[in-house]
């Protein structure tokens, strides 16, 4: 069994260490707040990001970047997106050999409009590791640290890089596709976590199932309409890391974008929000960016449009919903593109 690093020691990385650890992996588990490494060693707990949850003894935490990374053969990062760029300065002046660079973080960033793993690209030179890997799909980590069943994909443009994270986290309760639509998976975490935002404000808002089903079903049409124009796969968003994805994050209060949601349904303010849930809400950048994708690519897409509304423009959630409901008339189903019309979904 290999060594590897896991680079962010919130609630996901911290799962994902623990997935690697009963694959019996030796696990570098980073974290850049040293009283946070020194707690996990001695407790072999993460009680803030995992609650309540023992981790295997072949987790240990680092401060130090540099030994984390040292001889690993590959390296996870699982820090907000907002921290990637700064993660990937740190380590390019600290590693000297070729990995496999997974990372399992969701969103886009604002104004670059960039993937999570375009930025990688950016940042660190590419004969570090080739082609960057993407870990997504439905999982929640307190689930995944309890050992329930979980399945999630792994993307890359090198199936081989992809093959091999596969192999490092399939285990029994953990079980791992493979989807070569880098940009459909990617794409598909990072903008269900607009519509769990949506969902949850629905929800605050005691509006029930119905409101709920359509708020998954027509934010997946969007999410669709949006990544086919960026060059996904359609047929990526009928999957784990697309359907599955909104499911469990829309029908969930583990999911925070849902939690957070649902505290401004209820009227709270953002920033209020924000202070309260102590851990990363990527929805809300998410959303800016989509809204500016959607705007520079003329795609329509109401839901994020009022979601952004709401968040950045003061507008009421009742407001942005009376709003949806009284668009003007439109079709459900649009025309599939020819290439597609022969497949089924
Ligand atoms: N929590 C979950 O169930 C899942 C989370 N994700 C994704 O994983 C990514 C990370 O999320 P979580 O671990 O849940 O967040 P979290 O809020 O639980 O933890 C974030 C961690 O990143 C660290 N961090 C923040 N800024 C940093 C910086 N500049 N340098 C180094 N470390 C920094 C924080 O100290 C914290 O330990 C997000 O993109 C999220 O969407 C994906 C699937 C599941
Ligand atoms: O992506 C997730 C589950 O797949 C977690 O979603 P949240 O970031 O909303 O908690």
């Known amino acids: 069994m290999g060594k590897v690093a896991v680079l962010g020691a919130g609630s996901w990385g911290t799962a994902l260490a623990l997935v690697l650890g009963d694959n019996q992996h030796e696990v570098r588990l980073w974290t850049h707040r040293k009283e946070q490494a020194k707690e996990i060693n001695e407790t072999h707990m993460n009680e803030r990001y995992l609650k309540g949850i023992e981790l295997p003894k072949q987790i240990t935490a680092y401060h130090d970047l540099q030994k984390a990374i040292n001889d690993v053969e590959a390296i996870v990062l699982v820090v907000p997106t907002k921290a990637i760029r700064e993660v990937c300065q740190q380590l390019k002046g600290l590693l000297h050999h070729k990995v496999t660079l997974i990372h399992a973080s969701k969103g886009i960033e604002p104004d670059s409009l960039k993937r999570v793993s375009e930025v990688i690209e950016e940042e660190l030179p590419k004969d570090l590791y080739g082609e ?10 307190e689930e995944v640290g309890a050992r329930h069943p979980t399945t999630v994909t792994v993307s890359s443009t090198d199936e ?4 091999h994270a596969q192999d490092l986290f399939i285990n029994e309760s953990f079980r791992v596709y493979t989807n070569p639509d880098i940009v459909g998976v990617e794409l598909g ?14 929800d605050g808002l005691d509006y029930g199932d119905n409101a709920k089903a359509a708020l998954i079903t027509r934010g997946l049409a969007e999410i669709a309409r949006l990544g086919s124009s960026m060059g996904a796969n359609p047929l990526t968003f009928a999957g784990l890391t ?57 795609i329509e897409m109401p839901i994020t449009n009022g979601i952004y509304n709401l968040l950045f423009n003061q507008k009421k959630p009742k407001d942005v919903v009376d709003q949806l409901m009284n668009r003007g008339k439109t079709h459900e189903v649009e025309e599939l593109p020819d290439d597609l019309s022969n497949q089924t979904l």
Do not use: F
């Not at 081989?160 to 093959?163: D, E, I, S, W």
């Not at 975490?189 to 629905?202: D, F």
């Not at 999911?255 to 849930?277: C, F, I, P, T």
């Open 132 to 141: 960057v890997v993407v870990l997504s799909g439905p999982s929640h980590a």
């Open 160 to 163: 081989t890089l992809a093959q």
């Open 189 to 202: 975490g990072a903008l269900k976590n607009i519509i769990a935002l949506g969902a949850g404000i629905s």
């Open 242 to 298: 697309g359907v599955g994805d909104l499911i469990v994050t829309c029908t969930s209060s583990h999911s925070r974008n849902w939690r957070a949601g649902h505290l401004l349904g209820k009227g709270y303010k953002l920033e209020d929000v924000l202070d309260q849930m102590g851990m990363v809400v990527e929805g809300v950048r998410t959303t800016k960016a989509a809204h500016q994708l959607s705007a520079e690519r003329g």
